[in-house]
Nanobody
Framework: QVQLVESGGGLVQPGGSLRLSCAAS????????MGWYRQAPGKERELVAA???????VYADAVKGRFTVSRDNAKNTVYLQMNSLKPEDTAVYYC??????????????WGQGTQVTVSS
């Protein structure tokens, strides 16, 4: 069974930083696009940042210049470095990935989410 497990969330003051990690485990053959989404209370889930296997990145306008997405293909892990955090960044952050396992292709596979709260 393939799993995505996020970590690194928590409570941080405005202007602070957090680094999220998402590790994929299981019988994985290949991981293509990986990304981070977030969902605030009462709002729809939205794309924060994504990265291709080759390292091409895209960001939501709201986080450009503050967040950086990266990945370690050898570790099947994607990261999200979040700097200059604002209260409006408060949300549950979800990892998403296109994973080819030894038996099945999982398009848009989700992790369980990690809470990020930005508050003084």
């Amino acid at each position: 069974q393939v799993q995505l497990v996020e970590s690194g969330g928590g409570l941080v003051q405005p202007g602070g930083s957090l680094r999220l990690s998402c590790a994929a485990s299981g019988s994985i053959f290949r991981i293509d696009d990986m990304g981070w989404y977030r969902q605030a209370p009462g709002k729809e889930r939205e794309l924060v940042a994504a990265i291709t296997r080759g390292g091409i990145t895209v960001y939501a306008d709201a986080v450009k210049g503050r967040f950086t997405v990266s990945r370690d293909n050898a570790k099947n892990t994607v990261y999200l470095q979040m700097n200059s955090l604002k209260p409006e960044d408060t949300a549950v952050y979800y990892c998403n990935a296109d994973i080819t396992s030894t038996t099945i292709f999982l398009h848009g596979h989700w992790g369980q989410g990690t809470q990020v709260t930005v508050s003084s």
